[in-house]
Antibody, heavy 123, light 107 residues
Framework: EVQLVESGGGLVQPGGSLRLSCAAS????????MNWVRQAPGKGLEWVSYISSSSSTIYYADSVKGRFTISRDNAKNSLYLQMNSLRDEDTAVYYC????????????????WGRGTLVTVSS | DIQMTQSPSSLSASVGDRVTITCRASQGISSYLAWYQQKPGKVPKLLIYAASTLQSGVPSRFSGSRSGTDFTLTISSLQPEDVATYYCQKYNSAPLTFGGGTKVEIK
């Protein structure tokens, strides 16, 4: 079955750190660019970060730049998000999302999503 | 950065009605626009990419179109299972911005 499964969420104090993981299965993970997308409680979707299939290209939203680090291990079919200096406003469900592939090329829309992992930043 | 403005933020319509949701980009993004459906308590689902290409398995009552920097998602005949929040997303370049969402309810 083609799927993404996130883990690593939990309760953390402001200023703390957390590392999220996303395990991919059922497809050739190393061929796809990946993303993290988050959704604060009762709010809309916010793209967080992108990493290309070879890790050669990485982008971050301004809201997390300098605090979050995206990475991947293609040998382990896994995507990661290291989150440091966490703030109250980082509280959200974090989704792992795969970039789509169409017309013979890779595009940055999201065709496969995990179920998400909840990160709560609170003292 | 390019902003994506979605309207309306919510709507209520009857079963069988034609429903239209609009997303406006603050600058040109060609046809690099996707639409997602998120049902209550569920994970977002890709409906349309490249402004008008229906993702495999999505019912044909959903369609998308583009006019310049204005994009439209249309549900030709609203069904009870279409109750959800709909988001547009631009993907021509980073940041990969989402619109604010449109909540669709049944009247």
């Amino acid at each position: 079955e083609v799927q993404l499964v996130e883990s690593g969420g939990g309760l953390v104090q402001p200023g703390g750190s957390l590392r999220l993981s996303c395990a991919a299965s059922g497809f050739t993970f190393s061929s796809y660019s990946m993303n993290w997308v988050r959704q604060a409680p009762g709010k809309g979707l916010e793209w967080v970060s992108y990493i290309s299939s070879s890790s050669s290209t990485i982008y971050y939203a301004d809201s997390v730049k300098g605090r979050f680090t995206i990475s991947r291990d293609n040998a382990k079919n896994s995507l990661y998000l290291q989150m440091n200096s966490l703030r109250d406003e980082d509280t959200a469900v974090y989704y792992c999302a795969r970039c789509g592939y169409s017309y013979g090329g890779a595009y940055w829309y999201f065709d496969l999503w995990g179920r998400g992992t909840l990160v709560t930043v609170s003292s | 950065d390019i902003q994506m403005t979605q309207s309306p933020s919510s709507l209520s319509a009857s079963v069988g009605d034609r429903v239209t949701i609009t997303c406006r980009a603050s600058q040109g993004i060609s046809s690099y626009l996707a639409w997602y459906q998120q049902k209550p308590g569920k994970v977002p689902k890709l409906l349309i990419y490249a402004a008008s290409t229906l993702q495999s398995g999505v019912p044909s009552r959903f369609s998308g179109s583009r006019s310049g920097t204005d994009f439209t998602l249309t549900i030709s005949s609203l069904q009870p299972e279409d109750v959800a929040t709909y988001y547009c997303q631009k993907y021509n370049s980073a940041p990969l911005t989402f619109g604010g969402g449109t909540k669709v309810e049944i009247k």
